[in-house]
């Protein structure tokens, strides 16, 4: 059973670096197929999507944030990284890490497993 857990500073004041990890146990991040997410809620909202690192290193960014985001990941800890640069206080969100699978020979893609979450806020 794959399980994924977010850690990192909870208080970020604006204009810095909003940066977290996300161990992954139970399976590697290099396993074929795999691509591993950062999303996030507002409160009260739904969740929103920032970007993807894969299992060959790709990456996928929202398009809207793709300035101030980088992904990376660290396959000797098997965890990757979000950075989020420049924070204002409306990047106060929970912030997930998730896996994702997708297979275009299968037809098939989904979360298949989810982080509780982390709550980070922005604010001076």
């Known amino acids: 059973q794959v399980q994924l857990q977010e850690s990192g500073p909870g208080l970020v004041k604006p204009s810095q670096t909003l940066s977290l990890t996300c161990a992954v146990s139970?399976?590697?991040?290099?396993?074929?197929?795999?691509?591993w997410s950062w999303i996030r809620q507002f409160p009260g909202k739904g969740l929103e999507w920032l970007g993807t690192i894969g299992y060959d290193d790709s990456t996928y960014y929202r398009t809207s944030l793709k300035s101030r985001t980088s992904i990376a990941r660290d396959t000797a800890k098997n965890q990757f990284t979000l950075q989020l640069s420049s924070v204002t206080p409306e990047d106060t969100a929970v912030y997930y890490c998730?896996?994702?699978?997708?297979?275009?020979?299968?037809?098939?893609?989904?979360?298949?497993?989810w982080g509780q979450g982390t709550q980070v806020t922005v604010s001076s």
């Open positions: 139970g399976g590697s991040i290099t396993t074929d197929s795999l691509y």
């Open positions: 998730a896996k994702y699978y997708y297979n275009a020979y299968y037809g098939r893609r989904a979360y298949e497993h």
